[in-house]
Each structure stands twice: as structure tokens, then as C-alpha cells.
């Protein structure tokens, strides 16, 4: 049967190691990616959500091999790339995936031109000519819909959408198959977020492009989305698509992320889901579930060990004993 997942990744794990005192010789143990699996489908958008600190974007940078995983496979197009790669098996792996960054200020170098920013890639590549690639970039800038012209032009000039738009152009350049947004929009005004996520749609139907989208923003998600991913503590705790996670969120947290969502109507409110106490220490987690200390429905069962992802209905999986029996607040 054909393998149609642009990317798998099995049993990923990824730890860090902090000292108590910069001269003690005590060691922390911090969990930021602990365990996780997931697949994004071609040619879909595979939303992965949760907490600032919950391990997302980790997992993002694993991905992209910026860091290395402790253990675990990642799996691009079928291949592992969590290996040692011979160099052209590399570059070809690099051209695949592209990352677009948060904050469109840090993320392009100042001291280069719009130019000279996009064309980089082609020349670490050695795609084309220079006019070959000057002729490419111009393309890509009315793609995302900037004028061809401003090549010359520095960074400082532009909005933070117009920089954004510029590093959508970057990731791009190299005709990748796979694209990490690592919360593309978040640094963004309200009304530039919307034209963001309709252009990252329009490209990926250009493109035929594969997204993993990373954000804390739930609307944003379930607008661009094709499934979506939560994620807490550095656990995968519930998956499904789309429409399901937010007319039927199975676990306890995920009711309680979309019960603080608000409602663009005035005169309608949602009844708000208030969890308990703080999140955990990713140093000093849970025996059992490590949501249980804030779950509004924890039993004594759920401290006893950390449940499995389970399916409750087509490919609705979720990470909790009482998935479907706290019903929803």
C-alpha cells in the first residue's frame, strides 16, 4: 500500500539537562518532548496546539534537525532523517523542509537586501543562473503579493506583514514539500493575520505544499486546519480532525483551551472551564496523567499511570481514561 504521510514521527523524545546552581552538581531533568508520534498527510494541514512551554515548538525544531533528538524516528517522505546523512542526502533533505519563523523583525538578517535574503537559499543550492534566480524571486514576491521591484530594498522597510510575506517567500525559494509555521502570525495585528493565513492557504494549493502549523491561538488553528494536534506538558494528548477537536473535544484540557476561546457575538457567552492550580514543572512531572493535578474530573485512577493515546470514533484519539464520560462543560 502507498505511504501517502509526508512526515512521521515515532516514539520522538527530547530532554534538557539544567544544573540547580551554576556550581552545583545537581542536574535537572526537563521533558520538553516527551514521548510523542504523530503523521502529517500530503498535501494537509496538521495544526499542533497548546500552552507557551508545552514542547511545541521543540518539536518543530526536531523536525527541521536544528537540534537532535534523544530518541525516536523522523520520517520525511518514508526516509529516517534522524541518522547521520551523507551531505548531498542532507541538502536534499534541507530542500524538502523550510521553516517559517515567528517574528518577521529577528528573522531577516538586516544587513542584506530582500534580494540577497531569498536568493541565499538558491545559492547554497545552486539552483540556477543569477538571472535564473533573480527572475524565481520575483516571482515569489508577487506570489505572496509584494511588488518584484523592491529587491534592492532593506528589512527596515517593510511592515511586520510585508516581513513576514518576505519570509514566506524564503521558505518557498526552494520548492520544499513540507513547511514548519512556527506561529507564523502571532507577532502580527489582527487584520494582517487573516490576509497571512488566506495567502498560506492560496500557496499551499500552488504549491501542493504540506503544513505543520504551530500555535497557542485555537481559532487560528481550526481556521487553517485539516486536523489538529494538542499538545501538553510535551505529550501528544488528543488528535483528531478539525471539525471533531472543536465540536467534540474528548479530553479534559482541550475542553477547557476551547472554553476560553471567545465568541464574536456580544450578547453570547461560553461557560468558561477554570482548571486548577498551575501547570506542573516539565523538571518534576506527575506519577499518573500529567494533567490530572489541574483535571476538574480526576479520579484516584488517574494518578496511578500516564494513559495512552486511544481512539474513541474514526480517528479520534485521546490520552485520557475518562475521554468521553466528563462530557462536555
Same mark, same amino acid.
Given at each position: ?12 523524545? *527530547?530532554?534538557?539537562?539544567? *544544573? ?180 498560506? *492557504? ?128
Amino acid at each position: 500500500m502507498e505511504n501517502n504521510n509526508i512526515l512521521e514521527i515515532k516514539n520522538l523524545k *527530547k530532554y534538557f539537562f539544567k *544544573k540547580e546552581r551554576f556550581f552545583s552538581s545537581k542536574v535537572y531533568t526537563v521533558k520538553a518532548v516527551n514521548d510523542i508520534s504523530l503523521n502529517i498527510i500530503r498535501g494537509e494541514t496538521l495544526g499542533l496546539v497548546g500552552e507557551s512551554g508545552c514542547g511545541k515548538s521543540t518539536a518543530g525544531r526536531l523536525i527541521l534537525r536544528l537540534i537532535d533528538p534523544d530518541s525516536g524516528e523522523i520520517l520525511v517522505d518514508g526516509k529516517n532523517v534522524n541518522r547521520k546523512m551523507e551531505k548531498t542526502e542532507y541538502m536534499e533533505y534541507r530542500k524538502k523542509v523550510q521553516i517559517i519563523f515567528q517574528d518577521p523583525y529577528a528573522s531577516l538578517n538586516p544587513r542584506m537586501t530582500i534580494g540577497d535574503i531569498i536568493a541565499e537559499a538558491l545559492i547554497i543550492h545552486k539552483i540556477g543562473t543569477r538571472l535564473d534566480r533573480t527572475e524565481r524571486i520575483t516571482e515569489l514576491l508577487e506570489k505572496v503579493g509584494l511588488k518584484g521591484d523592491i529587491l534592492s530594498r532593506y528589512p527596515h522597510e517593510f511592515s511586520g506583514g510585508q516581513r513576514q510575506r518576505i519570509g514566506i517567500a524564503r521558505a518557498l525559494a526552494v520548492r520544499p514539500e513540507l513547511i514548519i509555521a512556527d506561529e507564523p502570525v502571532s507577532a502580527l495585528d489582527v487584520s494582517v493575520q487573516s490576509q497571512i493565513l488566506n495567502l498560506l *492557504k492560496e500557496l499551499q494549493d500552488s504549491f501542493k505544499l504540506s503544513y505543520l502549523f504551530i500555535s497557542h491561538a485555537m481559532s487560528v488553528v481550526e481556521y487553517i486546519s485539516d486536523r489538529v494536534a494538542v499538545m501538553y506538558l510535551g505529550k501528544i494528548i488528543e488528535i483528531a480532525k478539525s471539525g471533531e477537536v472543536y465540536n467534540n473535544p474528548l479530553h479534559p484540557y482541550t475542553q477547557a483551551l476551547l472554553s476560553a476561546v471567545p465568541i464574536p457575538d456580544p450578547k453570547s457567552r461560553r461557560k468558561r472551564i477554570l482548571l486548577r492550580g498551575d501547570i506542573p514543572s516539565p523538571i518534576n512531572l506527575p506519577k499518573g496523567c500529567i494533567f490530572a493535578p489541574r483535571c476538574i474530573h480526576c479520579i484516584p485512577e488517574c494518578e496511578a499511570a500516564q494513559p495512552e493515546l486511544m481512539e474513541y470514533g474514526q480517528d479520534h484519539l485521546a490520552a485520557c481514561i475518562r475521554a468521553g464520560k466528563a462530557g462536555k462543560q
